[in-house]
T-cell receptor, first 117, second 115 residues
Framework: AQTVTQSQPEMSVQEAETVTLSCTYD???????LFWYKQPPSRQMILVIR??????QNATENRFSVNFQKAAKSFSLKISDSQLGDTAMYFC??????????????FGTGTLLAVQP | DTEVTQTPKHLVMGMTNKKSLKCEQH?????MYWYKQKAKKPPELMFV???????INESVPSRFSPECPNSSLLNLHLHALQPEDSALYLC??????????????FGPGTRLTVL
């Protein structure tokens, strides 16, 4: 069974600085998808970034980038130039490429990030 | 329209009440999901509907009864709930392509309190 581990329950960063959130996972699959979701206090779960395991290049979305280390089964999220609106719970998630609605998302326990002014 | 809507935003109910949560999407998605999320915890999958048919039930107690009357609408009927069922209930939808990745779009959730 797949598992996703986030070892940092809470983190804090100053506005405009850079922060890295850690995620490790366990799977015997060779092909899969990894995600970072953001859930601000407003509760809406928002997809931040996605990585396909078969792609060696790390995904980037504006200020958000990942460091995907497939052999180490590590998938960290780097947030550059942190903004107050980045304050949220961040969930790392894993999905097997089964196709269809049976693609279950397996979530980590989350990291609560606070951006300080 | 790229949004999933959920009503009501908040719901307080007694243990003998019957209530329903509603979820709607107009993105043409054919898969819809119910998740339960306790405070500071990740979402837990409850049910998945694919083409209006229940495809996954994660051993959810029968006091939760899902319904998918059409491809745009998903309901969760609640009856005889317990205080420990108090949580945020999230709905999501996605394409249901046979291959590859189907991004799940989440609604804002319904905050349920059972007294």
């Amino acid at each position: 069974a797949q598992t996703v581990t986030q070892s940092q329950p809470e983190m804090s960063v100053q506005e405009a600085e850079t922060v890295t959130l850690s995620c490790t996972y366990d799977t015997s699959e060779n092909n899969y998808y990894l995600f970072w979701y953001k859930q601000p206090p407003s509760r809406q779960m928002i997809l931040v970034i996605r990585q396909e395991a078969y792609k060696q290049q790390n995904a980037t979305e504006n200020r958000f980038s990942v460091n995907f280390q497939k052999a180490a089964k590590s998938f960290s999220l780097k947030i550059s130039d942190s903004q107050l609106g980045d304050t949220a719970m961040y969930f790392c998630a894993f999905m097997r490429p089964l196709g269809g609605a049976t693609n279950k998302l397996i979530f980590g326990t989350g990291t609560l990030l606070a951006v300080q002014p | 329209d790229t949004e999933v809507t959920q009503t009501p935003k908040h719901l307080v109910m007694g243990m003998t009440n019957k209530k329903s949560l509603k979820c709607e999407q107009h993105m043409g998605h054919r898969a819809m999901y119910w998740y339960k999320q306790k405070a500071k915890k990740p979402p837990e999958l409850m049910f998945v509907y694919s083409y209006e048919k229940l495809s996954i039930n994660e051993s959810v107690p029968s006091r939760f009864s899902p319904e998918c009357p059409n491809s745009s609408l998903l309901n969760l009927h609640l009856h005889a709930l317990q205080p420990e069922d108090s949580a945020l209930y999230l709905c999501a939808s996605s394409q249901d392509r046979g291959q590859g990745y189907n991004e799940q779009f989440f609604g804002p959730g319904t905050r349920l309190t059972v007294l």
